[in-house]
C-alpha cells in the first residue's frame, strides 16, 4: 500500500482478526470434542500440539509486518538517510534549518509533501529542510536527540553515524 499508517493500521486489524479468530476455533473445537480430548491421551496431545501450532503461526506472522530501521549516515559534505532500499543523500551546505515537530502536526501539514524515512509510526518527527527538499526522519526521541546533537556539531569533517531504529 501507498499510505504507510493505512498499511500498518490494516496489518493490526488482520492481526487481532486472526488472534480473535483463533480463540473462537479453539472453543468451538472445545465445545464439539471435549469428551474425546479428556478421555484419548493421543487426541488430548493433537488438541494441544495443534493450539501450540496456531499461536506460533499467529506470533510468527506478527513478524510480517516488520518495518526496517532508518539509518542516518553524516559524512564530509552530506546527510544520508537509508530505509530498507530507499536512499537519500541531501548536501550538508543545502541543509536551511531542521526541526523535530509531534507526529500529529506532521501528518497534519507535511505528510505526502516530503521523502519519509520512519520507523512504525514515531511520537515526534525530525524535519530537515535543504533548499529543494525536506526529509522527514521519524524515529524515537533518544536517536531524534542523538541526530540533533549530530547536526549542531557537524562542520563538515566529522564523519557520525547513527543508526535508528
Known amino acids: 500500500m501507498k499510505d504507510a499508517r493505512q498499511a500498518e493500521a490494516w496489518y493490526l486489524i488482520t492481526i487481532a482478526s486472526v488472534v480473535a479468530a483463533a480463540i473462537i476455533l479453539q472453543f468451538m473445537i472445545?465445545?464439539?470434542?471435549?469428551?474425546?480430548?479428556?478421555?484419548?491421551?493421543?487426541?488430548a496431545t493433537w488438541y494441544w500440539r495443534v493450539q501450540l501450532g496456531i499461536a506460533v503461526l499467529i506470533v510468527a506472522?506478527?513478524?510480517?509486518?516488520?518495518?526496517?530501521?532508518?539509518?542516518v549516515v553524516f559524512t564530509g559534505s552530506s546527510i544520508?538517510?537509508?530505509?530498507?532500499?530507499?536512499?537519500?543523500?541531501?548536501?550538508m551546505d543545502s541543509v536551511i534549518d531542521y526541526s523535530v515537530?509531534?507526529?500529529?502536526r506532521y501528518y497534519r501539514k507535511w505528510n505526502g509533501r516530503v521523502e519519509s524515512y520512519m520507523t512504525h509510526i514515531p511520537e515526534d518527527v525530525l524535519l530537515v529542510h535543504g533548499e529543494q527538499e525536506v526529509?522527514?526522519?521519524g524515529v524515537d526521541a533518544h536517536a531524534h536527540a542523538l541526530l540533533v546533537a549530530?547536526?549542531?556539531?557537524?562542520?563538515?569533517t566529522e564523519v557520525t553515524e547513527s543508526n535508528a531504529v
Open 30 to 43: 472445545w465445545s464439539l470434542w471435549h469428551e474425546e480430548i479428556t478421555n484419548h491421551s493421543q487426541t
Open 61 to 71: 506472522g506478527g513478524f510480517i509486518g516488520y518495518c526496517p530501521g532508518v539509518r
Open 80 to 91: 544520508r538517510v537509508t530505509q530498507g532500499r530507499r536512499s537519500v543523500e541531501l548536501n
Open 101 to 104: 515537530i509531534s507526529a500529529l
Open 135 to 137: 526529509i522527514a526522519i
Open 150 to 156: 549530530a547536526l549542531n556539531r557537524f562542520d563538515g
